[in-house]
């Protein structure tokens, strides 16, 4: 059980960013039951970070959920491997070395764990660069290909103030969900002018009209980064 739980934690979420280097985004989603809690959590993965034995580990980005429906997490913490024996190597710096199983100690008694996934992106429209804050829509698709294949159709002529990601759920994440998709801007109006303003266009329009045969919308959540630790 404890080396099930080792590598679960090592499990971390979607970014928003580099795309094009990213072919895996694992995730680890957890409660936060105060900001002292948060904080430790945060500490303990700094303290693994700033550590000899952290060299060639993956980015990981910390984000925090403020508005999150019906999902029982407050953050996410995300890694982004740019392949699998990226991820395996991370893995395996974390759990080979007395720093990295004094950080997974550490996280076990700041924060509550929920469930944990990995995602692959499989379309991405406007910039790549790292954006502060964002909505997830989790998606239930009917026919995966006619889901992104619309969506590819909506935005060909749109125009997005920051990213737009959709990933399909490579490992099983939240109950029930098919894909997600991460909208991401500088500042939160900026995220919900990308959405309305898709769904407003006639393509967004002639896309909601049929969407109902291929799609289900589950819930939409808002997230902000809280830090990044770039890869080493």
């Known amino acids: 059980m404890k080396k099930l739980i080792l590598s679960l934690l090592v499990l971390p ?15 680890y989603c957890f409660n936060a039951s105060s900001l ?9 993965f700094d303290a693994f970070y700033n550590s000899q034995v952290s060299e060639g580990i993956s980015t990981h980005r910390l984000y925090a959920f403020e508005l999150n429906g019906e999902n029982n997490f407050t953050h ?15 893995n395996s710096i974390v759990q080979s070395s007395s720093e990295g199983l004094q950080m997974l100690e550490n ?20 910039n790549e660069e790292t954006n502060p804050i964002g909505a997830i829509i989790d998606i239930r698709a009917k026919d995966a290909n006619t889901f992104v294949t619309e969506v590819t159709k909506m935005m060909e002529n749109s125009s ?13 994440g939240i109950t029930g969900r098919t894909h997600y998709v991460a909208i ?8 919900l002018s990308n959405l309305n303003g898709s769904l407003s266009s006639p393509e967004g329009k002639n896309y909601l009209k049929r969407a109902k045969k291929f799609r289900k919308v589950m819930n939409t959540s808002l997230f902000s980064l809280v830090k990044s630790w770039e890869a080493k």
């Open 160 to 172: 997005i103030d920051g990213s737009m990601i959709v990933f399909a759920d490579t490992f099983t």
């Open 36 to 44: 002292e809690s948060g904080n430790n959590f945060i500490g303990a």
């Open 107 to 126: 996280m076990n008694s700041a924060v509550t764990w929920v469930m944990n996934g990995a995602g692959t992106p499989v379309v991405a429209f406007g």
């Open 184 to 191: 991401s801007s500088s500042t939160l109006e900026g995220v």
């Open 76 to 90: 996410c913490m995300v890694g982004e491997h740019d392949s699998p024996n990226a991820y395996e190597k991370t």
């Open 13 to 27: 979420f979607l970014s928003l960013t580099q795309l094009s280097a990213a072919p895996m985004h694992a995730y």
